[in-house]
């Protein structure tokens, strides 16, 4: 059974950071692409951001130069760090891997379980 645990979240002061992780067990023989999304209250699920297994990124306009996305293969885990956080991203943020290649096939569009944000003074 694979399982995406996300953590780090938290209250948070506006113009404070935060680094989100996403660890994912099982057994796992390749984890594609990643991605953060964020879903605030009364809104709809929204893309944050995703990494390739190669590393390469993309930005939701509206986090760019804030947010960073990276992710440690050998650890399969997969992060987002936050600086000069808003009230506007408040909201509970998921982590999502594209496939997941285990030692019994693959699973596809696989989901945390989220962590919440809380940006406020």
């Known amino acids: 059974q694979v399982q995406l645990v996300e953590s780090g979240g938290g209250l948070v002061q506006p113009g404070g950071s935060l680094r989100l992780s996403c660890a994912a067990s099982g057994r796992i023989v390749r984890i594609y692409d990643m991605g953060w999304y964020r879903q605030a209250p009364g809104k709809q699920r929204e893309l944050v951001a995703t990494i390739t297994r190669n590393g390469i990124t993309n930005y939701a306009d509206s986090v760019k130069g804030r947010f960073t996305i990276f992710r440690d293969n050998a650890k399969n885990t997969v992060y987002l760090h936050i600086d000069s956080l808003e009230p506007e991203d408040t909201a509970v943020y998921y982590c999502?891997?594209?496939?997941?290649?285990?030692?019994?096939?693959?699973?596809?569009?696989?989901w945390g379980q989220g962590t919440q944000v809380t940006v406020s003074s």
């Open positions: 999502n891997a594209d496939r997941i290649a285990t030692a019994f096939g693959s699973v596809y569009d696989y």
